[in-house]
């Protein structure tokens, strides 16, 4: 079983559409998170949750909206997508959200705005 | 606040040949935590190891190795008789504020092993 997994795995779209990026993790872990990685591999935090509440949000255009509807799953809401967005968007999970845990990632989703 | 130097943006070595990569940070802390990650080219990222401060003790998992040195302010990853499965991104990253977990991931190092 795939412990984070996101959906979908290539996301290919026009600029100025909205689009979603599902993530679920069955670990059972309290925090969740969102990183972008760009072109040159740099990963960068957008987002963390723990147990749905939002407890960081880096600085973000508002036009990425997080929603945790529990738990065990983050999702990401994109609107009004623009060139600068394409990225592999990845989802992360620890068990409490403290520092010192180890985090576990989901595959990634990359996403190109075109 | 921790921040953490990757200096090695590509290195590139022969099979069998040993590699360190170089991992240098800076923190006020007197308790952190390190992390190293592998992102081979297949793109998903791979947890390897975690440190905390107050263990400074090397680490040895088969062909990796860890080298935790507080005085010099560095956590180094060496891979002893690299492979051609060895090729990856590799990440250092430590935890940005102490009472979170936000990974704020050095700019990683690529790692290619030619046979």
């Known amino acids: 079983d795939t412990a984070v997994s996101q959906t979908p795995k290539y996301l290919v779209t026009q600029m100025g559409n909205d689009k979603s990026i599902k993530c679920e993790q069955n670990l059972g872990h309290d925090t969740m998170y969102w990183y972008k990685q760009d072109s040159k591999k740099f990963l960068k935090i957008m987002f963390s949750?723990?147990?749905?509440?939002?407890?960081i949000n880096e600085t973000v255009p508002n036009r990425f909206s997080p929603k945790s509807p529990d738990k065990a799953h983050l999702n990401l809401h994109i609107n009004s997508l623009e060139l600068g967005d394409s990225a592999v968007y990845f989802c992360?999970?620890?068990?409490?959200?403290?520092?010192?845990?180890?985090?576990?990632f989901g595959p990634g989703t990359r996403l190109t705005v075109t | 606040a921790q921040k953490v130097t990757q200096a090695q943006t590509e290195i590139s070595v022969v099979e069998k040949e040993d590699v360190t990569l170089d991992c240098v940070y800076e923190?006020?802390?007197?308790?952190?935590?390190l992390f190293w990650y592998k992102q081979p080219p297949s793109g998903e990222l791979v947890f390897l190891i975690r440190?905390?401060?107050?263990?400074?003790q090397n680490e040895i998992s088969g062909r990796y190795s860890w080298n935790f040195q507080k005085s010099t302010s560095s956590f180094n990853f060496t891979i002893t008789a690299s492979q051609v499965v060895d090729s990856a991104v590799y990440f250092c990253a430590p935890p940005y504020r102490t009472n979170n977990n936000d990974m704020r991931f050095g700019a990683g190092t690529r790692l290619t092993v030619k046979p």
């Open positions: 949750y723990n147990n749905k509440e939002l407890i």
């Open positions: 992360a999970s620890s068990p409490t959200g403290l520092a010192g845990d180890e985090q576990y």
């Open positions: 440190r905390n401060s107050f263990d400074e």
């Open positions: 923190t006020r802390d007197t308790t952190y935590y």
